[in-house]
């Protein structure tokens, strides 16, 4: 049965992949589209019994959603580039939609970083500080430092999540097949490439890490200080690479 066969494990995983996605962005866009400006609306006593009790849960759905979206994408790539299958060869990385790709997954990788190195650490003094003054306690003066670093490093991987959507579901459509995308970009174009992207994710998380500054309104920080402005800049990046794309991956 096809479903049995390599590639049908391939659709399988693909299924498995884009819903532990799902659970992943859908609780890094609620994080910052809905949590976020919520809270600052709430009375500290609610906000803190919510980062007890809501935040809390959601942050665990949330880091192991990560871990699946990579494990079900390995998978996908293992199966894709061995036996009679083969999509994701020598080849593919050199081809329009397979350096789209390798882009998307050089943002993923970052933004898994930031999942398991930034946010959940500094949500786990926040939250502990929320705990410890619901309790009665005294509030941790470093926990307004740890909320902050969280939030950029949460905008941040929403700005990269938009450019990643476009690279993952990209590889198969928007950037394959037809005789517009060149099948292997030219050496020096693939270099100029590689240059452009590792220095935009170099550069932007370096920022997110708060290397150029974290307070609030500098013209570096603006992208972080409300949601909308990082849809803005997440728009402006997916737009910026596949502008990129489009005079450095051509036929
Ligand atoms: C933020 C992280 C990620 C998101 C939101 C994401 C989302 C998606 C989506 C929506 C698709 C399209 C599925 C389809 O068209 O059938 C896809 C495809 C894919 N993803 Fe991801 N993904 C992420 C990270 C990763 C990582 C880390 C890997 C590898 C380790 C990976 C490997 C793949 C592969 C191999 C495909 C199939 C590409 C193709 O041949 O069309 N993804 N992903």
């Known amino acids: 049965m096809e479903i049995f066969s390599r590639h049908g494990l391939i659709g399988e995983f693909r299924l498995l992949h884009v819903m532990a996605a799902v659970v992943w962005m859908g609780l890094l866009y609620f994080f910052n589209f809905i949590q976020t400006p919520g809270y600052a609306e709430m009375d500290a006593p609610a906000r803190n ?47 329009a939609s397979g350096m789209v790709f390798a882009t998307a997954f050089l943002f993923a990788f970052i933004m898994l970083y930031n999942v398991w190195m ?22 941790n003066p470093d926990a307004p430092k740890s909320a902050r670093a969280g939030a950029m490093a949460s905008r941040q991987n929403t700005i990269f999540s938009f450019a990643v959507f476009m690279g993952m579901v990209g590889t198969s459509f928007f950037f394959a097949g037809g005789d517009h995308w060149a ?69």
């Open 49 to 95: 019994n919510a980062f007890d009790k809501v935040t809390w849960r959601a942050l665990w759905w949330f880091r192991w959603g990560s871990v699946a979206t990579w494990v079900t994408g390995l998978i996908i790539l293992g199966i894709g580039s061995t036996g009679d299958v083969k999509i994701y060869d020598g080849a593919f990385f050199k081809s």
């Open 118 to 139: 930034v946010i959940w650490r500094a949500q786990q003094v926040v939250i502990a500080n929320a705990r410890t003054v619901q309790g009665g306690g005294e509030a």
């Open 183 to 251: 099948s292997e970009v030219a050496g020096g174009k693939r270099a100029v490439w590689w240059i452009l992207m590792i220095a935009i994710a170099v550069v932007l998380e370096m920022n997110a890490l708060g290397k150029f500054g974290t307070e609030v309104g500098k013209p570096n920080t603006k992208i972080y200080d409300t949601h909308q402005y990082a849809i803005y800049a997440a728009t402006g990046l997916a737009v910026v690479i596949y502008l990129l794309a489009e005079i450095l991956l051509r036929r």
